[in-house]
């Protein structure tokens, strides 16, 4: 009796992680169909171990955004430094213009060094938790040029197994 109760346990277990194997897999085809060029031509060659994905920070909302704002400091940044060169080769340095420009160009960097130590202390204090999982997958399919080329991913499902969340293209080659 204990005998049969343990392999019926076993046998319960295994089908258990061939559902979450089974169920990655069709959500990755599912992603693909939607987004290869031509999916009639995939060919599935390999699908790689499926394995839990932590949380990453440079993928928080919290990091997004202020990455996105040393974005907009740099382009501003840029924009005056333009300026300024414009400006400098008709006025003479002390022109209250460019004083001006120096000025905001200062306080801009300012800025965007406040934004980074920030990222960095928080980084320093993130803790990694379950994100999902990973499933590494090489296929076979046409580009949009319709040369059959072999790409080699990683892709990144939600929790649930039900959507993929990003992908990570490790190679391709035709």
């Not at 932590?54 to 909302?61: K, M, N, R, V, Y």
């Not at 460019?98 to 204090?125: M, Q, T, W, Y």
């Not at 790409?151 to 391709?172: A, P, Q």
Request: overall charge positive; hydrophobic content about 35%; charged content about 30%.
């Amino acid at each position: 009796m204990k005998k049969t109760l343990t392999l019926a346990l076993l046998s319960i277990l295994a089908l258990t992680s061939c559902s979450n194997e089974d169920k990655a897999k069709a959500t990755v085809k599912t992603y693909l169909s939607k987004t290869m060029h031509d999916f009639k031509s995939y060919e599935p060659v390999e699908f790689g171990k499926l394995d839990s994905a932590l949380s990453i920070f440079e993928l928080t909302p919290y990091y997004t955004e202020r990455y996105q704002a040393v974005m907009k400091i740099l382009a501003r940044n840029k924009a005056l430094d333009e300026e300024y060169e414009r400006l400098a080769i008709s006025r003479n340095s002390y022109d209250p213009e460019l004083v001006k420009n120096v000025a905001i160009r200062g306080s801009l960097v300012d800025s965007g060094k406040k934004i980074v130590a920030d990222l960095e202390i928080k980084k320093k204090g993130f803790k990694q938790t379950f994100a999902g999982y990973a499933l590494p997958h090489t296929y076979r399919g046409k580009n949009a040029h319709g040369a059959v080329v072999i790409n080699t991913d990683t892709f990144y499902l939600d929790k649930d197994l039900k959507s993929v969340e990003r992908v990570n293209n490790i190679k391709w080659k035709n």
